[in-house]
């Protein structure tokens, strides 16, 4: 199948990631997946939410946001919907699953995540690029005497998949996740293992071995994600 932008039915979109894209933050990026675009930068907070206060360990937590006119239609400001927060706690989790907190000692790292287009894929991209700013931010820490090693296990990235007139797609853009048959997000590490696995029906159900099909076409695209980021980040992991 030759899809609307020339892709195959496995093949990613163009995929750009522009390290250290701002000047303040201790890490950040912008990542470019096709049409979809998203800065993100990582702070670092000397301070943990008070549940940790006491324990030695560290956090790790997002934001995530979408620019006013990231898409067709103007988005209003500060109406945080239960999208909102539903993709800031994935991209937490995510992240917090590859970072070794009882290395990170009592401090935070916040990391905001500003759709500033969007083209489907914005919570996956967010993911990815999330990862490259995190790294930087850790290697800040680590250059700055702060800690002895980057307290990283593994690497993350993630990617969207469906079912599009019955066939399985790879990183669907909006066009082909607002029409999908089935929707799925799936966040896996660089060694293979599944951290989150986000699937529904919209029109029709699925089976078990379309279900296969779909985790191995995600598995494919993020490993070539994860194939990025290596390369990116050769010089400090």
């Known amino acids: 199948m030759i899809r609307s932008d020339g ?3 496995d093949e990613l979109r ?3 990631i522009t390290r250290n894209y701002i000047k303040y933050p201790e890490g950040s990026c912008l990542i470019e997946l096709g049409s979809t675009k998203v800065i993100c930068a990582a702070s ?3 301070s943990v939410p008070p549940f940790l206060k006491g ?3 560290g956090w790790v ?3 995530y946001g979408m620019l006013p006119r990231s898409c067709v239609q103007r ?7 239960g999208r909102t927060y539903e993709i800031q706690r994935l991209i937490g989790r995510s992240l917090r699953a590859v970072t070794k907190m009882e290395l990170l000692g009592e401090r935070a790292i916040w990391i905001d995540c500003d759709v500033i287009q969007a083209d489907g894929g914005t919570r996956t991209a967010s993911i990815t690029g999330s990862f490259i700013a995190l790294a930087d931010a850790l290697n800040k820490l680590k250059k700055d005497g702060l800690l002895r090693e980057i307290p990283l296990k593994d690497y ?3 990617t969207s998949v469906g079912i599009f007139s019955g066939i399985p797609l790879l990183d669907l853009t909006y066009e082909e996740d607002s029409k999908a048959d089935v929707d799925m997000n799936i966040v896996m590490t660089g060694s293979g293992d599944f951290i989150e696995i986000q699937g529904t029906s919209e029109r029709q159900t699925f089976n078990k071995k379309q ?3 779909l985790l191995d076409l995600a598995k494919k695209g993020i490993f070539d994600l994860i194939s990025l980021q290596r390369t990116l980040l050769e010089d400090i992991i």
């Open 61 to 63: 937590t997002a934001e």
């Open 44 to 46: 670092v907070e000397e």
């Open 211 to 213: 279900m296969e099909e």
């Open 7 to 9: 892709r195959l039915a």
């Open 156 to 158: 993350v990235a993630a």
């Open 75 to 81: 988005i209003q400001r500060g109406k945080d919907s």
């Open 55 to 57: 324990t030695g360990t």
């Open 14 to 16: 163009k995929v750009t």
